[in-house]
């Protein structure tokens, strides 16, 4: 028999790790992403938290997966199925059987089939496999659990310390699999457990007895080769989604010249952005982590009213909190960014989960007439940009502006190539220069902004709040001064148009058949299925949205040009109805899922192809 590995090129992979959440496969996901990054292939992940804090172990409920698809083009999406599925447990096959592609490769720690473990995951044989219908899989069977701790025999830790390094056995065989480097992995380790020396020596040691164990089996399992993907020239440094956004309101901060506040209350999935802030203190920002939602928004009001640039962050439960003192930002016209990152719903729902329900709250959800710049990102790397442009639009138009992000894109990661600080577009604060002619909601005749004047700069004085006010700043209870200024904050936020990117199609840029719509984290899945459908010969193209209020000046032309149009979002048809609000001469399908995953390519094709059907058959 050959010893020698089969060697297979592949243009793109999807692995996916999983296990219980105990069993370390966020960071297992996360190092081999990263590892992949540095190896030169471009990346996106997925990681999928158990909804539970602890759910029992080794049950389907507390299965926690790491999916990151990795190649040598262009890498949109973490991947519909996976081509190597590794589990470290029978609940972990059983919660990911229907992402795996057919005849993919199943890796799984034998050691942990027990009849205990099998009976946890609601098996009613003892052979999940046939249970499960995957026979036109490869199987292969690895002692992981025993082979850990034969590796760590000589260690002297317990039982306990011993298997939790058994992800760092899988790990090193995965990597030996598909030819990636250790060096940036034991880098990390050394690192991060440096004031454990025997921590360090016992992951280090395992993981490379797994790396070795895929060498003596390589008559048993192929080698893969994915080879670099062409890339612009540049620095490049993998970012999740919540990091990119912090970035990008530190650079707005530094661009701006002005001190960055942060007042916050920690919410999953958002509580990454506060505490990637609140760690830079060395760039001088002040965070608050604060006893409440309403506390958390309430002091970044402070702050922009003392002359901070100032931002809070969410997701959905917080932003409701919010609410009231978002009235009170549009009111007293100061500029703060609100960042929501969204999560299924209503109430705590699915808090690991994603989704785009907070579309119509973030657009409505306030009392009275309370318009504000709504935005949102589309890929982990973008958030970056779109948070820096939150900003810009804040300070320089006056006003808050909320930023939609969601829990694939805040969780997900992406290579990001670093901007330089001159590459950024300049952000001119609507400051207040003379005090001899200054009335505070004296307005830009031209972004009907008023002047920003804080505590500290003399004969620039005023009262501000939430009452109505008049152009002296002085309390009104006029009727028709009221509804003036109600209609001056709203055409305020509609000019912000006026400097947003028109809106832009992939495809069929002339018009067509069927026109895709999307807002948000579904871009990624979008494009790609757009890509593949253009590919077979499908008249399909795409068009999507960053900028949502104000919608970019030629949205109207734009649909004109296509026969019909089907808006998909992770939603029930929220972008939907405010389309329908806004342009109402055109008639909208609706692609909609609300399962806490992202859309997959097959949904998405195959519903576009059921249209094309529909209207040749008429």
Known sequence: MSTEAKIIELDEVAIRFSGDSGDGMQLTGTLFSDASALHGNDIATFPDFPAEIRAPQGTVGGVSGFQVHFGANRINTPGDLAHVLVAMNPAAIKANAKFIRLQGTIIYDAD?????????????????????????????????????????????LDNKSILRSKNMFALG???????RPLDYIES??????????????????????????????????????V????????????????????????AAAEKAKKPLFIGSYPITPATDILQELAARKDLGVKSFQAEDEIA????????????????????????????????LAVMAELPIVVI??????????????????????????????????V?????????????????????????PVILLTDGFLGNGSQPMRLPRMSELPDITPSHAHDAETYQPYKRDEKTLAREWAYPGMKGFEHRIGGLEKGLDGNVSHDPANHQKMSFIRQEKVNRVAEIIPDLDVYGNKEGGEVLLVGWGGTHGHLLSSVRELRAEGIDVSLAHFNYIQPLPKNTEEIFSKYKKIIVCELNNGQFASYLRDKLPEFKYDKLNKLEGLPFTNDEIKKRVLKEMEGSLSC
């Open 173 to 179: 065989l995965v990597c030996w699999m598909f030819n």
């Open 112 to 156: 942990s089939f027990t009849e205990k473990n099998l009976a946890k995951a609601e098996f009613k044989t003892s052979d999940p496999f046939e249970e499960l219908n995957l026979h036109d899989y490869r199987k292969l069977a690895v002692p992981i659990s025993n082979l850990t701790k034969e590796s760590l025999k000589e260690f002297g």
């Open 296 to 327: 958390g928004i309430c002091t970044t009001i402070g702050a922009s009213f003392a002359g901070h640039f100032a931002v809070t962050s969410t997701s959905g439960p917080g932003l409701a909190l919010k609410s009231e003192a978002m009235g």
């Open 227 to 250: 080879n670099p993907a062409p890339i612009e020239r540049g620095t490049y440094r993998t970012v999740h989604g919540n990091q990119a956004t912090a970035w990008g309101i530190l």
């Open 375 to 399: 935005i949102s990102a589309s890929s982990p790397s973008d958030c970056f940009y779109y948070a820096y442009m939150a900003s810009k639009i804040a300070m320089e138009r006056m006003t």
């Open 340 to 373: 929501n990152v969204q999560r299924g719903g209503p109430s705590t729902g699915l808090p690991t989960k994603t989704e785009q329900s907070d579309l119509l709250q973030a657009l409505y959800g306030r009392n009275g007439e309370s318009p504000m710049v």
């Open 188 to 225: 990390f380790i050394t690192k991060k457990f440096a004031k454990k020396p025997k921590v360090v020596e016992a992951n280090l040691k395992v993981l490379h007895d797994g790396f070795n164990y895929g060498m003596n089996m390589q008559h048993m399992t192929p080698r893969y080769v």
